[in-house]
Nanobody, 115 residues
Framework: QVPLVESGGGLVQPGGSLRLSCVAS????????VRWYRQAAGKPREVVAS???????SYADSVKGRFTISRDSSEGTVYLQLKDARPEDTAIYYC?????????WGDGINVTVSE
């Protein structure tokens, strides 16, 4: 397992943008499949976006066209860019790194979309 640290969360207005970051301590996230999950109050955790080692990305239908997952190859940081934020995007967002079935999780970071 690898320690993961998320950052960049906070309050954003509807229609606004926010960028979340995920960094692995002592490792490089290009070595992993990385997924962003989120969990809203009273709801199960759901996967939002994924980026494979190859760089191929995928998204949940609810965020497709609004969120972008990317990776900085030099630093190994994985980002989740939120655009056109909606109140229903309010949740705790978690970074997950998957190394052939061995998973690591960050502690999560709050994102609140509100006026």
């Amino acid at each position: 397992q690898v320690p993961l640290v998320e950052s960049g969360g906070g309050l954003v207005q509807p229609g606004g943008s926010l960028r979340l970051s995920c960094v692995a301590s002592g490792s490089h996230l290009s070595l992993y499949t990385v997924r962003w999950y989120r969990q809203a109050a009273g709801k199960p955790r759901e996967v939002v976006a994924s980026i494979l080692r190859s760089g191929i990305t995928s998204y949940a239908d609810s965020v497709k066209g609004r969120f972008t997952i990317s990776r900085d190859s030099s630093e190994g940081t994985v980002y989740l860019q939120l655009k056109d934020a909606r109140p229903e995007d309010t949740a705790i967002y978690y970074c997950n790194a998957d190394n052939y079935g061995l998973e690591s999780w960050g502690d999560g970071i709050n994102v609140t979309v509100s006026e």
